[in-house]
């Protein structure tokens, strides 16, 4: 046991005494690059997308030959991209990363960066990787320190997402440090959306039936729904709405004037631009207010212009080219007769119409 | 002569018969400390160490006066130690049974605790006066030396020697070895890859038919009237220590199909369906998040009140988590109100989700 132990004290002794490289190696280590990202806008397979690749330096980029190296894994594709502006970008900075704006040449100059692309990991041609190597004088537009961000942008022209879906890699090599960050390519990063708006056109009436009374020659008489009136007022409101993107058109169809019950006198069709017509003048004829624009009304028609028309056959009064909500067109009647108009029970009816445009 | 002989004889006898001492008188004899170790805290060369010694001591310390005394070799540095800093314990077993109190000299029922020497290498217990508190023969003691920055360890590196003696009836004495090393730690390194993943399980939602008399939600197949699933299910992941954003890009509206109308971008808080009917009408999303609500941007956040509903055309992040997510689900939900007015016809609208992370 004493010979075992004395053993073990020489080994001991020896292991300690041949130098601290056994427990505490020398290594020389890179740090690793913190608050990397790389922010795409579009992670679909296949498709272009920007590249916003942004991170945190450990280390000072100031001395020249000192390189950034970005190395996109197998399967990007930036075939056809250049060292302009148009493809890349490389801004640095203190605080946000984008405060200066760094310059390239194929090779560094002075006030350039050198930018080059290789292939990489990739295909022949593919062009993968990107290496920028800092200004002869190490600054260029701004002295990259330690801890100041890096922020490289690739516009989505030339830079082509892999064609296979899964968490990809790319790797930030400085001259001194390390470090990746992973992007998500996914069959596909868009969500869509339909929907569908059914067409809607509504037309109700709220009074169908309308009287005049008795007529007179010395003023115009206007129908109600009771036994009409002296006084020029809404016979009944047709109410309209509908969705369709063109909007509609309201017209009536008559066969006649009033006209006689069991006869064939008439009050005659008439036009005017007053709101009595004239009295002692045989006249029917009918105006509307709308309460939407006004010149959707045919001009004949306006009774706050006013303007009173009727016709036989099929007449449009009211042409909308919008979708309409709860649009009213009320309308007047008037009528006016003569000395000499036939006594007897008069009638007239109107069918109106409705038509959408969708 | 006879008689002389034989009572020689007897003597002799008697002398041999009751015990040797008489001839082989005891003598006290120094033994050799056993079990003897020091377990320190820290071995890297000028580094400052605690010490636990512990031994077995074959004659004990049983007498006032009796003294342990430890002497650490050259290049040790106990500059500043003070009885303080030293723990005396002591039994048959452990060693640690019992615990007596140390003072700067011996007390009736403390023993004395002293630095010496050259940076005070040299550390003399001395055993209380009163009669108590002794080790006695072949029991345990353990001596600790805190590390209160007065025990530091050699510049060099190597084997260094402590001796350890104790004055009692006899002098026991031992030694032990201790490594100094340039460095005791052993450094790993190791990699973790960045991991990112993103996945949605419903790429192509459905309104149905939209009504201006309520709202309608998107779902998988023909749309719905009820806010109560969710149409789509975004699923993220990432080691990040920055955590994640998910945020969708600059978009249109529902619109038209081969048109221009549309349905208009909403915002609004605390609603299960918005307004039915209002002019414009509204189409706006929400967020029904796996993770901690205050990650989901106030507007989008479909737990909040009735739900918080939100859609621009700009684009917007609604999902900000700042530490790595496992698996964390965010459902979103889709809502369409349209007016009487709205133009008929076929909507449409596509979203492009980006996912990001902060490594």
Avoid at chain 1, 129 to 144: Q, S
């Amino acid at each position: 046991m004493k010979k075992f132990t004395s053993i073990l004290l020489i080994i001991a002794t020896v292991v300690f005494s041949t130098g601290s490289f056994l427990f505490s190696p020398k290594v020389a280590t890179a740090a690793t690059m913190s608050t990397a990202v790389d922010i795409m806008n579009n992670e679909t397979i296949n498709l272009y997308s920007t590249h916003t690749i942004k991170f945190r330096t450990p280390s000072a980029i100031h001395t020249a030959g000192n390189t950034i190296a970005i190395a996109f894994p197998s399967d990007f594709d930036f075939t056809s991209i250049g060292i302009t502006t148009a493809d890349i970008q490389m801004k640095d900075g203190p605080s946000t990363g984008v405060e200066y704006i760094e310059t390239f040449l194929a090779s560094p100059d002075a006030t350039n960066w050198g930018a080059v692309f290789t292939d990489g990991a990739c295909a022949a041609g593919k062009k993968c990787t990107l290496t920028l190597t800092a200004p002869t004088d190490g600054i260029g537009t701004h002295d990259v320190v330690a801890n100041d961000f890096i922020t490289i942008t690739y516009t989505s022209t030339h830079a082509k997402n892999p064609s296979t879906a899964g968490s990809k890699t790319i790797s930030l090599t400085t001259t001194a440090d390390s470090g990746s960050v992973n992007v998500p390519i996914v069959s596909s990063s868009t969500v869509t959306l339909d929907a569908t708006v059914a067409p809607t056109l509504t037309f109700s009436n709220d009074n169908t039936t309308l009287h005049f009374g008795t007529l007179s020659t010395s003023a115009p008489q206007y129908a109600n729904s009771t036994v009409g009136t002296g006084s020029d007022s809404v016979g009944n409101t047709f109410t309209i709405s509908t969705n369709a993107v063109t909007g509609y058109t309201l017209a009536y169809t008559s066969s006649a004037p009033l006209t006689v019950v069991n006869g064939s006198a008439t009050i005659p069709a008439a036009s005017f631009a007053t709101n009595i017509g004239t009295a002692g003048t045989a006249q029917f004829a009918m105006s509307a207010d709308y309460n939407g624009t006004i010149t959707n009304l045919v001009a004949g028609y306006r009774h706050s212009v006013p303007g009173w028309t009727f016709a036989t056959g099929t007449t449009t009064i009211l042409t909308n080219s919008s979708p309409a909500n709860a649009e009213t067109v009320g309308m007047h009647y008037l009528a006016n007769i003569s000395n000499v108009t036939p006594a007897g029970v008069y009638a007239q009816s109107n069918t109106w119409t409705v038509t959408a445009n969708f | 002569m006879k008689k002389l002989t034989s009572i020689f004889l007897i003597v002799a006898t008697v002398v041999f018969s009751t015990g040797s001492f008489l001839l082989y008188p005891k003598i006290a004899k120094a033994l050799t400390i056993t079990a003897l170790y020091d377990d320190m805290s820290v071995e890297n060369t000028s580094a400052y160490s605690a010490h636990v010694i512990k031994f077995r001591s074959p004659s004990g310390v049983t007498a006032t006066g009796n003294t342990i005394v430890i002497t650490f070799p050259s290049d040790f540095d106990l500059t500043g130690a003070v009885f303080g800093d030293v723990s005396i314990k002591e039994g048959p077993s452990t060693g640690i049974e019992n615990t007596t109190s140390v003072t700067t000299a011996a007390g009736a029922s403390a023993w004395g605790a002293a630095f010496s020497g050259t940076q005070n290498r040299i550390l003399t217990l001395t055993a209380p006066t009163g009669g108590v508190y002794y080790i006695a023969a072949g029991d345990w003691a353990t001596i600790t030396i805190a590390n209160n920055s007065h025990t530091k360890n050699p510049t060099t590196a190597g084997i260094k020697n402590v001796t350890i003696a104790t004055t009692s009836g006899v002098s026991d004495s031992g030694s032990f070895n201790v490594p100094i090393i340039n460095s005791s730690t052993v450094t790993l390194d190791a990699t973790v890859a960045p991991t990112l993943t993103f996945t949605n399980d419903n790429t192509a939602l459905h309104f149905g038919t939209l009504s201006a008399a309520a709202a309608t939600y998107a779902n998988a197949t023909t749309g719905s009237a009820s806010d109560s699933a969710n149409a789509n299910t975004f699923t993220i992941s990432t080691n990040a220590v920055g955590g994640y954003v998910l945020s969708y890009g600059v978009a249109s509206t529902l619109t038209l199909v081969n048109g221009s109308a549309t349905i208009a971008p909403a915002a609004f808080t605390n609603s299960t369906n918005g307004t039915p009917g209002l002019a414009g009408g509204q189409f706006a999303m929400s967020a029904v998040y796996s993770g901690s609500i205050g990650n989901v941007a106030t507007a989008y956040q479909h737990a909040t009140g009735n739900g918080n509903w939100k859609f621009v055309t700009t684009g917007d992040t609604v999902i900000t988590s700042t530490s790595p997510a496992n698996a964390e689900t965010v459902g979103m939900r889709y809502l369409a109100n349209i007016s009487n007015v709205t133009p008929s016809g076929a909507y449409a609208q596509t979203n492009t989700w980006i996912a990001s992370a902060a490594f």
